[in-house]
């Protein structure tokens, strides 16, 4: 199964985006759905997570900004992205997570820059 990450782009300050990450086949016992992302020399780091039940999570730095949402039946993730600013420039990645496998997406670019 692979992941595929789309959405990203340039973009100003203030402006949105939305990321969609989509599973190529099925995955059983999908756990969480993810998004991280890494900047330039910076660890990758874990943006929201949707978990199986509907419970969310948002690194602080994203909260009122971001809005995770999924399609469990479909296998797909997304990411609203409003407000953004330009310390959101990174590469996204989405992850999708089971007890028995962490799947990868191939990461997308956003840029935030006037």
């Known amino acids: 199964v692979q992941l595929q990450a789309s959405g990203g782009g340039l973009v100003q300050p203030g402006g949105s985006l939305l990321l969609s990450c989509a599973a190529s086949?099925?995955?059983?016992?999908?756990?969480?759905m993810g998004w991280y992302r890494q900047a330039p020399g910076k660890r990758r780091e874990l943006v929201a997570r949707l978990s199986s039940v509907g419970s969310t999570y948002y690194q602080d730095s994203v909260k009122g900004r971001f809005t995770i949402s999924g399609d469990n039946a479909r296998n797909t993730v997304y990411l609203q992205m409003n407000i953004l600013k330009p310390e959101d420039t990174a590469v996204y990645y989405c992850?999708?997570?089971?007890?028995?496998?962490?799947?990868w997406g191939q990461g997308t670019l956003v840029t935030v820059s006037s």
């Open positions: 992850n999708f997570y089971t007890y028995q496998n962490d799947y």
């Open positions: 086949g099925s995955i059983p016992s999908l756990t969480y």
